[in-house]
């Protein structure tokens, strides 16, 4: 049994209805809201144009390096799906919750994000060698300061993305992202599989080539080399009540990344489900706060003499192992 692409559609949208709820209703978004399209320059490469959408908060002062926050829209979704932020980014940059940044989403459709084995379209290349030159182009970003957000796809394309440039952004932080518990293809579950069962042949070859589905897969491509990911800020969380079961994804990103000395932030989320008004909200919050955690470092540091005690005592113990299996 498989979700349709229309059921799938249908949840997005909802999602985005719900969140769209959440956002102030006097707060004015038109001035410096925009969508834009980008022309391709590489002839090599589909789709030819993509759009995408702007927002730059009231606060934002562009003679200072800001950071970029680029979000990705879940499957089905849209550039427009920004709008739906807007509210609680404006909320959480005013209160100091969240640095003035410049914020952008592309518009992928049901793309994964990716590019797709057969070459017919080119959305990863595009991403990276593309939209993201145009931005820094455009704009005065910290380069230092570049992060992707995402829900759901946009979840397991910012993980992916991230996965594979660390050298680009300075972190990720993406909600229930859709990601299978597994490291090989052919170890994937119909658990994790059975809501896009019909998307795998288009994206990863017909049959599904295994090696590019590794490579292209957020959990292998941590696997296959850790240590590329540990200057990287990472932060993913998933509700215990996702009806795409995501949580089970989720949970074998963090046992990689953990067993591999990956620092990073992963939260189950009790009483979370795949969509949700106010809870979505609070969850985006969290990523938000994770980001100027990130920034803006809040932790004492110890006394240097009790950190260096610290330290020869934790050398003298030697490599962290994985923790015993726990059956």
Known sequence: ?????????????LLMVLLSN???ANQSRSERFSIQNLGVSNPDWQPRQIRYSEYLPDE?????????????????????DLKAFIGTISEATKSGAIPPAVWSMPGAGRSFYMDYQDESEHWESIIIEEYLPHLLANHN????RIYLMGISMGGMGGLRLAFKYPEKFAGVAVLEPAIEASLRWKDVSPLDSFYRADQYEEKFGRPVDADYWAANHPSAIAAADPDRLKDLAIYFEVGDLDMLNLYRGAEYLHRILFD??????????RGADHIGEKFMDLRYRDALDFINRDINPIED????NFATFIQQAKAKLGPTVPLPPHR
């Open 141 to 144: 970003i910290d380069t230092d």
């Open 260 to 269: 591999s000395g990956v620092l990073h932030e992963f939260r189950l989320v």
């Open 60 to 80: 934002l002062d562009q003679r200072q390096p800001a950071p970029l926050i680029i979000n990705l829209h879940g499957g089905g979704g849209s550039e427009e």
């Open 1 to 13: 049994m498989q979700l349709k692409m229309g059921h799938l559609m249908k949840m997005t949208a």
């Open 301 to 304: 540091k110890l006394d240097q």
């Open 22 to 24: 959440a956002v102030n």
